[in-house]
Each structure stands twice: as C-alpha cells, then as structure tokens.
C-alpha cells in the first residue's frame, strides 16, 4: 500500500523553526521527486518546494526561499522540510507529495500525503 505520511506539525511562535517530516511507504523513494505544498483556510493549495531523484531543489514559491529547505535520507524512506524564521502567514496544512523522477508540479503528483496542520502565533 503506497503511502506518504507528514509528521512535525504543531505550534509554533512567529520567528520559530520546525521540521517536518514525510515518512513514505509501499514504493521506492530513490525513483521519486518529493513535493510539498500547503493549504490555508479558505485558500488554495500552493506547491512550496520539491527535491527530485538527484538530489535537485525546485522552489515553487518566492516566499520560502532563504527560510524553507527541503533534503531526503533514502535509506530512512523519509523526506524532510526544514521551516526557518516562520512568519503568521505560514500557518497552513501542509502535505508532501510523490511523482515519478522529477518535480513537476502539484498537477502530475501521484500520490498525496494526509497532511499535518503548522499553525504559527505571533
């Protein structure tokens, strides 16, 4: 059963850091670009960054440059979001994603994570 499962979420003060994390199961992470993206109340959902099979980072919004990074640990099965210098406006679900080698975007994903909620005080 292909399964992608984010932990990490929680509260945290405005100018706080968190990391997440998206424990993935049934598939072969080497094969797999590991999006993320978020979902505030009443808005759509946004793709923040991605890291594909070879280790390449795409940032999908200008935003999270300078404060969010993204890295993997095959071997664990698990991708990583390491959030910086977290603003109010942070506060969202957030899901990781898988799709097939490279990072496409949110439209050619292939399989979802359940999300976890990052709400952000100031």
């Known amino acids: 059963q292909v399964q992608l499962v984010e932990s990490g979420g929680g509260l945290v003060q405005a100018g706080g850091s968190l990391r997440l994390s998206c424990a993935v199961s049934?598939?072969?992470?080497?094969?797999?670009?590991i999006g993320w993206y978020r979902q505030a109340p009443g808005k759509e959902r946004v793709g923040l960054l991605c890291?594909?099979?070879?280790?390449?980072?795409?940032y999908y919004l200008n935003s999270v440059k300078g404060r969010f990074t993204i890295s993997r640990d095959n071997a664990k099965n698990t991708v990583y979001l390491q959030m910086n210098s977290l603003k109010p406006e942070d506060a969202a679900v957030y899901y990781c994603?898988?799709?097939?080698?490279?990072?496409?975007?949110?439209?050619?994903?292939?399989?979802w994570g359940q999300g976890t909620l990052i709400t952000v005080s100031s």
């Open positions: 049934g598939f072969t992470l080497d094969y797999y670009a």
């Open positions: 890291i594909s099979t070879n280790d390449a980072i795409s």
């Open positions: 994603a898988a799709q097939r080698h490279n990072c496409r975007g949110g439209d050619a994903v292939d399989k």
